[in-house]
Every structure is written in structure tokens, then in C-alpha cells.
């Protein structure tokens, strides 16, 4: 698919919290990503012991689907999980919003980060709101099908 789809995609993750993240051994939960898009990964924070980073020690497959309208963007992303060693970059995606889970904050021994790199994703980008409605009208009017936006599949 061309790079405009991607390049919109990564804008577009980059303004979404949460998606559902699940792997081999591991049922759909929901998880927030950090997007970097420079390194082509997702980041997630989550505690030693859980299935997801047990699963990221092992190098699993994984899939993280994004549901967002007003992001404008619906997405299943495949990749795979891995575990992320760098200190640096945890301080870089560490946030307020992820100290609220560890009761030592960033000090806590039980914080893993996992990077999720994706592999190829079918993607969904709409126009928003407006353009929806206005979409679904004609569409109801001309029985054609309403343009809602682009999709397409990257490989990454």
C-alpha cells in the first residue's frame, strides 16, 4: 500500500491511547501503546508475570487492533512482541498515566516494557464525522455505497 496510508496511519496511532492487545498464550486485553513510528514499534508498560510479558520473554506473535472514531482510525495490526531492555527508552515513554498502575512509580523492580513490532496491519482510515454522515445520506438516497475514507493493508 502506499506510504501516505502508513504515514497516516502512525499519525493517527500516535493520537490513540488504547487498543486491545493479545498474543499467542494471551486473550485480548486492553493495553495503551506509546507509537514510535521512528523505530517502527508500539511500546506497552505492563508488570513481570503478566501473560503479556511472558509472552514478549518468548518472542510471541501478537495482534493489537485499534477502535477509535475520533481518531479516525480502525486498525488489526500483527506483529511480534519482545522485550525491551533500555532504560532510556522506558524513561522516554514513561507517563503519569502508567505510574498509576506501579505503587513505586518508576522505581518498581515489576516494570516491563514490551515492544510490539508490527509486521502488517489492514487499516482503516476515516474522514471523519461530518463526511460520515454526510456519506451515509447520499449512500441512503443514491443506494450507492457510502466513501467513508481509505483502506488498505500495510507491511511494515
Same mark, same amino acid.
Request: aromatic fraction near 8%; hydrophobic fraction near 40%; include cysteine.
Given at each position: 500500500?502506499?506510504?501516505?496510508?502508513?504515514?497516516?496511519?502512525?499519525?493517527?496511532?500516535?493520537?490513540?491511547?488504547?487498543?486491545?492487545?493479545?498474543?499467542?498464550?494471551?486473550?485480548?486485553?486492553?493495553?495503551?501503546?506509546?507509537?514510535?513510528?521512528?523505530?517502527?514499534?508500539?511500546?506497552?508498560?505492563?508488570?513481570?508475570?503478566?501473560?503479556?510479558?511472558? /509472552?514478549?520473554?518468548?518472542?510471541?506473535?501478537? &495482534?493489537? @487492533?485499534?477502535?477509535?472514531?475520533?481518531? =479516525?482510525?480502525?486498525?488489526? $495490526? *500483527?506483529?511480534?512482541?519482545?522485550?525491551?531492555?533500555?532504560?532510556?527508552?522506558?524513561?522516554?515513554?514513561?507517563?503519569?498515566?502508567?505510574?498509576?498502575?506501579?505503587? /513505586?512509580?518508576?522505581?518498581?523492580?515489576?516494570? &516491563?516494557? @514490551?515492544?510490539?513490532?508490527?509486521?502488517? =496491519?489492514?487499516?482503516?482510515? $476515516? *474522514?471523519?464525522?461530518?463526511?460520515?454522515?454526510?456519506?451515509?445520506?447520499?449512500?441512503?438516497?443514491?443506494?450507492?455505497?457510502?466513501?467513508?475514507?481509505?483502506?488498505?493493508?500495510?507491511?511494515?
Amino acid at each position: 500500500m502506499s506510504d501516505d496510508l502508513s504515514t497516516e496511519f502512525w499519525n493517527r496511532a500516535e493520537n490513540i491511547t488504547a487498543g486491545m492487545l493479545s498474543a499467542d498464550k494471551a486473550a485480548p486485553r486492553p493495553m495503551a501503546h506509546i507509537c514510535r513510528k521512528g523505530s517502527n514499534a508500539l511500546y506497552f508498560i505492563t508488570s513481570d508475570g503478566t501473560d503479556i510479558a511472558d /509472552e514478549a520473554k518468548n518472542g510471541a506473535s501478537a &495482534r493489537h @487492533v485499534l477502535a477509535c472514531s475520533h481518531g =479516525a482510525l480502525y486498525a488489526t $495490526i *500483527d506483529g511480534t512482541l519482545s522485550m525491551e531492555t533500555d532504560e532510556k527508552t522506558l524513561d522516554e515513554v514513561w507517563s503519569p498515566m502508567a505510574a498509576a498502575w506501579f505503587e /513505586e512509580g518508576r522505581a518498581d523492580d515489576d516494570i &516491563r516494557l @514490551v515492544r510490539f513490532t508490527p509486521r502488517e =496491519a489492514e487499516v482503516w482510515i $476515516i *474522514d471523519g464525522a461530518p463526511k460520515a454522515l454526510y456519506e451515509i445520506a447520499k449512500a441512503n438516497v443514491t443506494d450507492q455505497t457510502p466513501d467513508l475514507g481509505n483502506h488498505g493493508t500495510i507491511r511494515f
